[in-house]
């Protein structure tokens, strides 16, 4: 079922309301510590809600079960759950693991896999701040140079 406000607050989260640069947004705070930001002029039933933990969009969901399994799921599950995928999508973008077709579309890096494994702990802080996997490994040669470190 899709998500709307009546059906956030049925779940009798902690709730807050805050302007945003003169938008209505509403807060609902999650058991595990994530909070749940809608504007509140959104038709929330009609478009994602974004999920927020440490003030990093890193969630999304749709729907009553996705919201059920992220107010059910330890948020360190959640975010290994989160980091799995991010890697993946970090990793299909180096020239050694893209398809031929990727490398006609897109921009490819040439990091080797165990580059990248050698310094999970820099994307981990990339997806958690949040830096898209593209732009994790942009500046991925900074980084390894000394030049850039991510907060």
Do not use: W
Not at 23 to 30: K, Q, S
Request: glycine share 4%.
């Amino acid at each position: 079922m899709n998500l709307t406000l009546d059906i956030i607050r049925g779940y009798s989260l902690p709730e807050s309301t805050n302007d945003s640069n003169g938008e209505l947004v509403i807060t609902f705070t999650l058991p595990n510590g994530i909070v749940l930001s809608v504007l509140e002029d959104i038709d929330v039933s009609n478009k994602d809600v974004l999920l927020y933990a440490d003030d990093s969009h890193i969630f999304s969901c749709e729907t009553t079960e996705e919201l059920e399994h992220l107010i059910n799921t330890p948020y360190d599950i959640l975010i290994n759950n989160m980091f799995e995928k991010y890697m993946i999508r970090v990793r299909e973008q180096l020239e050694c693991n893209a398809t031929e077709e990727y490398q006609k579309e897109n921009i490819v890096y040439l990091y080797s896999n165990k580059q990248v494994n050698d310094n999970l702990d820099y994307f981990r802080k990339c997806m958690l701040n949040p830096l898209s996997g593209y732009k994790a490994l942009l500046f991925f040669h900074d980084y390894l140079n000394g030049e850039y470190d991510i907060s």
